[in-house]
């Protein structure tokens, strides 16, 4: 099984603002987020740049994923952003507004390195392209990024904490990045101060299916770590399943009994999955 890395909760932080990285290398996120687009201001988008490239060259960020999400290309910092990005090498760059497979190749072609490509799903165009946009011939695509605010704007729906407005979507955005392997973030919530809506809407993206949620400000993290890791309830069961499969006397069957229920090969599948997630979060 390939290497699992949990992807519970990725805070932006805005890159501008240097304390705020400082502190991004102690927080207990599982991704680092240095955002140049929505968060910096046009007259603060050159010094943005310029720190976020020093902060992924100092390093310090200890087990975390540190990704740039750059500005868009159509944008007049856009290709210096990815110059700059692409050369630094973070984990990872977030391309924004990302409505094609063509837009997923422009934005591969400025990346170097180990680095890999997370692109984010905002705008109607692309839900009408996420099989294309997921299935993009681009060897380092790794993760759909939900951005809910963008993608609510243009769609014109209410954007509730339950989100009735954007189930399709949603739902859809996950099938495609399962489809292809990828992993796949919820959008953010916007309510800082809102702990009950935030542990509501967590809960629902773990029932969507997504791998995490993205987050604007640090007090979020401990809800989204709690939603998207397994419960020990899973735990327990996953290894019971995956004791089961490993009896001699059922190593060559493809459905048994396991504490009164019918378990599948599909199941030992998923078990696997979620101990190698749950053993990566205990881990780090």
């Known amino acids: 099984m390939t290497a699992v890395r949990p992807r519970r909760s ?47 060259k100092a390093g310090g960020f200890g087990r975390r994923e540190v990704v740039i999400r750059v500005n868009g290309l ?10 700059a990005a692409g050369a ?15 837009d997923v190749a422009a ?12 692109v984010m799903i905002e705008t109607c165009a692309s839900l009408f392209a996420l099989d294309a946009i997921a299935g993009a011939r681009d060897a380092r695509l790794d993760a759909f990024v939900i951005g809910t605010n963008d993608l609510a704007k243009e769609m014109r729906c209410r954007l509730t904490t339950e989100r009735a407005a954007l189930a399709g979507p949603l739902s859809l955005a996950v099938a495609a990045a399962r489809a292809h392997g990828l992993t796949i973030l919820d959008g ?16 629902q993206g773990a029932e969507f299916g997504f791998d995490g949620k993205t987050l604007i400000h640090p007090r979020q993290i401990e809800a989204a770590n709690r939603a998207f890791a397994p419960t020990p309830e899973e735990v327990e069961w996953s290894r019971t399943i995956v004791a089961a499969f490993d009896s ?19 199941h030992l599948a998923e078990a696997r999955r979620l101990l190698a997630v749950a053993d990566a979060i205990a881990g780090a």
């Open 107 to 118: 934005y591969g072609a400025g990346l170097a390195g180990d680095t890999r490509l997370w």
């Open 10 to 56: 990725a805070l932006y932080m805005p890159a501008a603002n240097a304390r705020a990285i400082e502190k991004a290398r102690d927080l207990a996120c599982d991704v680092v987020i240095l955002d140049l687009e929505d968060a910096v201001a046009p007259d603060a988008k050159d010094l943005a740049r310029a720190q976020a490239v020093e902060a992924v």
């Open 74 to 83: 159509d944008t007049p910092w856009g290709a210096e952003d990815l110059a």
């Open 188 to 203: 953010v919530f916007n309510g800082i101060d809102d702990d009950d809506g935030l542990a509501r809407q967590c809960d």
């Open 248 to 266: 001699p006397e059922n190593a060559a069957k493809g459905v048994i009994r396991v504490e009164g229920r019918m378990v599948e090969r599909l």
């Open 88 to 102: 630094a090498r973070p984990d990872a760059i977030l391309a924004p507004k990302v409505s094609s497979a063509a």
